[in-house]
């Protein structure tokens, strides 16, 4: 297999206006967004304490190594779609090559407006600090109208669109190196350190602990890989891609170690455990309501800027799913004059609308453990695929000391999946099977396609 052209034009007339500054602004503006400042309480209350900066640092290392399967398949096939083209090309000579597709676009309809509402749920959070009256009825009608201005926002040509990615991601990297440097700067490690008794005491209740604050870390984590979903519009992908993903891994995993240990080395981990907005109260505590209400809105643009990336990314997936001819054809579509997929972009941009009026806890568990055994275990078991049966195709990227990245992120995946409870557990279990069951469906009506 050979690579896309890297000029200015991507396939199926898409613009290739991504370079590596854009690629990785991109996937940094994906992965920070609201997470951090919504979750850090999630993460001390998973594991009782400050030892839970050990699940950051377990989800950096699998988050990195996952990363590396990402670059090597992104490098070979740099198309849209990311995972839904690589397990398609993958297993093209195999029974599964229309199976694990399809399965990947079934989870995907409903993790991905899962993944882009926990950003919505979060910018509500936040903009509780300035009307704390918030009820839930008004709560959804903030997410929707978000959800609606980041339709507005992407929908136009995908030129003006990088440059705005851009502009978002200098907003989120003011955001967090001005609270990191308050941090820094008024750092009690007495605090931060206040270890509780029997914190590192290995027992069963502590490995569950653990998978509970990686789950919570990946989904901070999330986003290294989104310029996979947008190979085709992505100058010399080959190169700017795997630098991407790799820039963002290790940018992100210093600014979340740097920025979770300020925070808890001022405000102390049991007062911030049961904080609704912990970066605006960290803020208030050092500088007072009113610097505490400029962060806030720094937060509320970084909020926006993840979602806004999130579903540029992901809109792409049906609509390459759909070019195919293995998903609806309205998804084919591209805007008469803009030349992006606006079928898609509206349909997700509504589904995730609509996910956002669940709980984020609720939101965080389901999308990760729907997502884990079809994406992120599938595309591992591809990568080897590839390399020992389809030589043919053509790895301009290698990871470093391959197997051993690919077998780490393996482990790393089914252990955060197997720790996540029963319920989500069977929730995951339950998508995958449910999904065979439609696929078989699917292949009886349309025999053509399937």
């Not at 690629?23 to 940094?28: D, E, I, P």
């Not at 912990?278 to 509320?300: D, M, N, P, S, W």
């Not at 079809?374 to 078991?381: G, H, K, N, S, T």
Request: net charge positive; with cysteine.
């Amino acid at each position: 297999m050979t690579n896309h052209p890297q000029d200015s034009a991507g396939g199926h007339g898409l613009v290739r206006g991504f370079g590596t500054l854009e690629a990785t602004a991109l996937n940094m503006s994906n992965m920070v967004g609201v997470g951090p400042f919504i979750t850090i309480p999630l993460i001390i209350g998973s594991m009782g304490g400050p030892q839970c900066m050990l699940g950051w640092l377990l989800g950096a290392i699998l988050a990195l190594c996952d990363g590396l399967v990402w670059s090597e398949l992104a490098a070979a096939m740099p198309g849209v779609g990311g995972t839904y083209l690589y397990l398609q090309t993958a297993f093209e000579k195999t029974r599964l090559a229309a199976l694990l597709p399809f399965l990947f676009i079934w989870q995907f309809i409903l993790s991905g407006p899962l993944e882009i509402a926990s950003g919505y749920i979060g910018f509500a959070q936040y903009l509780k600090y300035f009307w704390r009256e918030m009820g839930p009825m008004e709560t959804r009608l903030v997410t929707s109208a978000v959800g609606a201005l980041v339709v507005v926002a992407l929908y136009r040509k995908v030129t003006d669109v990088s440059r705005l990615t851009v502009v978002l991601w200098v907003g989120m990297l003011i955001t967090v190196v001005f609270s990191i440097a308050s941090g820094l700067t008024h750092f009690h490690p007495e605090i931060a350190f206040d270890f509780p008794p029997g914190a590192f005491t290995f027992s069963t209740g502590f490995l569950a602990g653990l998978g509970s604050a990686m789950l919570i870390a990946m989904y901070d984590f999330m986003g290294y890989y989104d310029i996979c979903y947008v190979g085709d519009e992505v100058r010399s992908p080959a190169r700017t891609i795997p630098r991407s993903i790799i820039f963002s891994v290790l940018a992100v995993a210093g600014i979340y170690s740097l920025m979770n240990v300020s925070i808890i080395g001022v405000v102390p981990w049991r007062e911030a455990m049961q904080s609704k907005f912990i970066g605006a109260e960290f803020i208030e505590r050092l500088y007072g309501a009113k610097a505490a209400a400029v962060v806030t809105i720094l937060i509320l643009w970084t909020a926006f800027a993840s979602v806004f990336a999130l579903l540029l990314g992901y809109s792409r997936i049906p609509y390459a799913a759909a070019v195919k001819g293995h998903f609806f054809k309205p998804f084919a579509k591209l805007h008469p004059t803009g030349n992006f997929p606006h079928i898609s972009l509206l349909v997700m941009g509504a589904f995730s609308i609509v996910a956002s009026f669940w709980s984020l806890d609720t939101v965080i568990s389901a999308l990760l453990t729907s997502r884990v055994l079809v994406q992120f275990v599938a595309q591992i078991a591809a990568l080897h695929y590839i390399r020992k049966h389809r030589r043919e195709i053509a790895l301009p990227f290698r990871m470093w000391l391959y197997p051993a990245p690919a077998i780490i992120a393996l482990v790393g995946w089914i252990y955060v999946f197997s720790t996540s409870g029963w319920v989500f557990v069977g929730f995951g279990v339950l998508t995958l099977a449910v999904g065979v069951a439609a696929h078989i469906i699917w292949r009886k009506l349309s025999p053509e396609t399937a």
